[in-house]
């Protein structure tokens, strides 16, 4: 019966994707409930690589129903081009094995456009983000002048929000950020040919997940982005529009908090962070340059280089709080091979103080001076290991040292991309 959810502890691209994928096997359904296409998972399975933005990771696994849960802001274009894509290679046979929440909020070209305007203007002071439109699907939201999914497969419903909405986005658009204004046609006849496309996928999830809840079955929440990007809790305005922590499970999936049996964080063993904004263990010398080369650390979503520094355990233990985290996963373990040295942020220093826990304001974050312990590096490559203590003994000295800065047990440890290159430690899905 457990139902455990997944969540990045960092600025996402901690590696999810692939964990999700591993933990798929013993799950029955599979659910993202935050963010949009502004995520890019990769999964490597068979030597094949698959990158997703929008459906959940769970996808390649036949069993699973994988859900678009009603906290998902959904670019239908995109989600189109993903189905395609995803059926090219075998998957996604089954009739229900996508679902897509009726109230999840609709990307519409005007948020893409307010979102990329927004940046163009704002230069150095730029959040960096996707361009996906994620951040104005999410304002129109609260702001209750969103299109929702069964919205959107309605086409007289469409007509009508449309109607309403679209003259005040126009206004927006030409007035404030000097843009060009859409016409009501070059929305509605595309997006209501989309809407007819996914009408076959929308559903009620929420009840879908409690008929899959009274049966017992497995599900698996998919987070994406990370905690330090989420909304309330990250360095903001430097972060995503959405809660990307574990309570958003519940209320982004339509489940209780007394349905969730475990949460899990994924941290890389070293820190990146992709688009603006403060980053304490920020490399910016031949380290950086050895974990962005041997990590790839390339954006999948933008292509972007993505900051790379060490492992900071302050970031680390407040994840660990606010998300209530039951376990940790660390991934790329095998990408700190050759260095001689490894160093791990335990505290800032700010002002002649010492901070152990994440400061609320990025003024004060900006001003952290990171206090490392350095550790003892390895040489030895870590490919095909299967068991903690065939590690190199300094590698695991490192995951101990993890496991008593941030107050948690390390039930699995990642060492390449592919589906097999992990050690499992603990299974959230078994009693053992
Ligand atoms: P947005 O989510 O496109 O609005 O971008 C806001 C910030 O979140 C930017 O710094 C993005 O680079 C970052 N971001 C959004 N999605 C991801 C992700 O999946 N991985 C890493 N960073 C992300």
Same mark, same amino acid.
Request: charged fraction near 25%; charge should be positive.
């Given at each position: 019966?457990?139902?455990?959810?997944?969540?990045?502890?960092?600025?996402?691209?901690?590696?999810?994707?692939?964990?999700?994928?591993?933990?798929?096997? $013993? +799950? %029955?359904?599979?659910?993202?409930?935050?963010?949009? #296409?502004?995520?890019?998972?990769? @999964?490597?399975?068979?030597?094949?690589?698959?990158?997703?933005?929008?459906?959940?990771?769970?996808?390649?696994?036949?069993?699973?129903?994988?859900?678009?849960?009603?906290?998902?802001?959904? %670019?239908?274009?995109?989600?189109?081009?993903?189905?395609?894509?995803? =059926?090219?290679?075998?998957?996604?046979?089954?009739?229900?094995?996508?679902?897509?929440?009726?109230?999840?909020?609709?990307?519409?070209?005007?948020?893409?456009?307010? %979102?990329?305007?927004?940046?163009?203007?704002?230069?150095? !002071?730029?959040?960096?983000?996707?361009?996906?439109?994620?951040?104005?699907?999410?304002?129109?939201?609260?702001? /209750?002048?969103?299109?929702?999914?069964?919205?959107?497969?309605?086409?007289?419903?469409?007509?009508?929000?449309?109607?309403?909405?679209?003259?005040?986005?126009?206004?927006?658009?030409?007035?404030?950020?000097?843009?060009?204004?859409?016409?009501?046609?070059?929305?509605?006849?595309?997006?209501?040919?989309?809407?007819?496309?996914?009408?076959?996928?929308?559903?009620?999830?929420?009840? $879908?997940?409690?008929?899959?809840? =009274?049966?017992?079955?497995?599900?698996?929440?998919?987070?994406?982005?990370?905690?330090?990007?989420?909304? %309330? &809790?990250?360095?903001?305005?430097?972060?995503?529009?959405?809660?990307?922590?574990?309570?958003?499970?519940?209320?982004?999936?339509?489940?209780?908090?007394?349905?969730?049996? +475990?949460?899990?964080?994924?941290?890389?063993?070293?820190?990146? /962070?992709?688009?603006?904004?403060? $980053?304490?263990?920020?490399? &910016?010398?031949?380290?950086?340059?050895?974990?962005?080369?041997?990590?790839?650390?390339?954006?999948?979503?933008?292509? /972007?280089?993505?900051?790379?520094?060490?492992?900071?355990?302050?970031?680390?233990?407040?994840? +660990?709080?606010? #998300?209530?985290?039951?376990?940790?996963?660390?991934?790329?373990?095998?990408? @700190?091979?050759?260095?001689?040295?490894?160093?791990?942020?335990?505290?800032?220093?700010?002002?002649?103080?010492?901070?152990?826990?994440?400061?609320?304001?990025?003024?004060?974050?900006?001003?952290?001076?990171?206090?490392?312990?350095?550790?003892?590096?390895?040489? !030895?490559?870590?490919?095909? *290991?299967?068991?903690?203590?065939?590690?190199?003994?300094?590698?695991?000295?490192?995951?101990?040292?993890?496991?008593?800065?941030?107050?948690?047990?390390?039930?699995?440890?990642?060492?390449?991309?592919?589906?097999?290159? &992990? *050690?499992?430690?603990? #299974?959230? $899905? /078994?009693?053992?």
């Amino acid at each position: 019966m457990p139902n455990v959810v997944i969540v990045g502890t960092q600025w996402g691209d901690e590696g999810k994707g692939k964990i999700v994928d591993v933990f798929t096997e $013993f +799950a %029955d359904v599979v659910v993202r409930f935050q963010g949009g #296409n502004n995520a890019g998972h990769t @999964l490597v399975v068979n030597g094949e690589k698959t990158i997703l933005h929008l459906i959940p990771s769970g996808v390649l696994s036949p069993k699973v129903v994988c859900v678009i849960g009603n906290g998902v802001v959904l %670019d239908p274009e995109v989600c189109l081009q993903e189905i395609e894509k995803i =059926k090219a290679k075998g998957f996604l046979k089954k009739e229900g094995s996508l679902l897509i929440s009726e109230t999840a909020h609709v990307i519409f070209p005007y948020h893409k456009r307010i %979102d990329r305007l927004r940046e163009d203007n704002k230069g150095s !002071e730029k959040i960096g983000t996707t361009g996906r439109g994620i951040g104005p699907t999410y304002e129109d939201k609260m702001a /209750r002048m969103g299109i929702r999914m069964c919205e959107l497969i309605d086409a007289d419903l469409l007509r009508r929000r449309l109607e309403s909405i679209l003259p005040e986005k126009n206004l927006y658009i030409e007035k404030n950020l000097n843009g060009q204004p859409f016409s009501f046609d070059e929305i509605y006849e595309p997006y209501y040919r989309y809407g007819e496309q996914l009408k076959q996928y929308v559903t009620n999830t929420p009840l $879908f997940l409690r008929e899959k809840i =009274k049966k017992k079955k497995n599900i698996l929440f998919e987070g994406a982005q990370g905690t330090s990007l989420d909304v %309330d &809790h990250g360095t903001y305005p430097y972060v995503t529009s959405s809660n990307t922590v574990s309570g958003n499970a519940c209320s982004g999936g339509g489940v209780g908090p007394t349905d969730i049996d +475990a949460v899990i964080g994924v941290s890389k063993a070293y820190t990146t /962070r992709v688009g603006s904004g403060p $980053f304490p263990t920020e490399l &910016h010398d031949a380290t950086g340059g050895h974990l962005q080369k041997e990590g790839a650390e390339f954006g999948s979503t933008t292509g /972007r280089p993505r900051r790379c520094g060490w492992l900071d355990l302050v970031v680390l233990r407040h994840a +660990a709080r606010v #998300n209530g985290l039951t376990g940790l996963v660390l991934t790329k373990l095998d990408i @700190l091979s050759g260095l001689k040295e490894i160093k791990v942020c335990t505290a800032y220093r700010y002002g002649g103080k010492v901070l152990k826990e994440f400061p609320g304001s990025i003024e004060v974050l900006e001003e952290c001076e990171p206090i490392y312990e350095t550790l003892r590096g390895w040489e !030895e490559p870590l490919t095909g *290991i299967k068991k903690i203590a065939k590690l190199p003994v300094p590698a695991q000295k490192y995951l101990k040292r993890i496991e008593k800065g941030a107050g948690l047990p390390i039930i699995m440890v990642s060492l390449g991309a592919s589906r097999e290159a &992990h *050690i499992f430690i603990k #299974n959230p $899905f /078994r009693k053992n």
